[in-house]
């Protein structure tokens, strides 16, 4: 697996040695075991299809945001708290590529959503949680008005094979009915008796 540093934000963060905040690492990890997925859940955009999980890994002082597809593992953010000294701790979140391949669904353009759009929520879910502010919404509409623009064509491309398998399915469904009624003796139009001896 390549491992990346995401977006913007978290580029300026990894640059400087991460985020530091003024708490304990035991608070720090306390607090950032509580950040959970719910500010980016349901995902945005054209990511409506990808489940996210959160787990909080306390071994290595680490949680992490989990996302598939039909249970093809599309990537994941690692955020670690490691202290500054006795009173701060130092946040620095990481992106991981997961193992299932581009050509699957859409798996290549949601990893660049998640790393381009959904990194800006990460980071922000885990800067306003440590620094007890609420989460900033508008930040939220303006990435997933872009995401939405940016997976427009492959949404649509979605809604013309579910159209295609539906009618596949419904073009199917009438050729076997229409081969168990020529299959159905009883189903014939003329009579299986013949009826001319009783005039």
């Not at 071994?59 to 955020?79: C, E, K, M, P, Y």
Request: proline share 4%; hydrophobic share 40%.
């Amino acid at each position: 697996m390549r491992k990346l540093l995401i977006g913007a934000a978290a580029l300026l963060l990894a640059g400087c040695g991460g985020e530091t905040y003024q708490m304990p690492v035991d608070q720090a990890f306390q607090t950032l075991s509580s950040v959970g997925s719910s500010e980016f859940s349901p995902l945005p955009g054209g990511l409506y299809d990808v489940a996210v999980r959160f787990e909080s890994v306390p071994a290595d002082n680490t949680v992490q945001w989990l996302f598939s597809h039909d249970g093809d593992d599309l990537g994941r953010f690692i955020a670690k708290v490691q202290a500054d000294g006795a009173t701060a701790s130092t946040v620095t979140i990481d992106y991981v590529e997961g193992s299932a391949p581009d050509e699957n669904w859409r798996n290549g353009q949601a990893r660049t959503m998640l790393q381009t759009g959904v990194a800006q929520l990460v980071n922000e879910a885990v800067d306003s949680k440590m620094e007890s502010r609420p989460f900033d919404q508008a930040l939220r509409a303006q990435v997933a008005k872009t995401l939405m623009m940016t997976s427009m064509g492959g949404v649509m491309q979605d809604v013309s094979a579910s159209m295609d398998a539906h009618i596949a399915k419904q073009k199917q469904r009438e050729m076997e009915s229409v081969a168990a009624a020529e299959a159905n003796p009883y189903s014939a139009t003329a009579p299986a008796t013949d009826l001319s001896k009783f005039d």
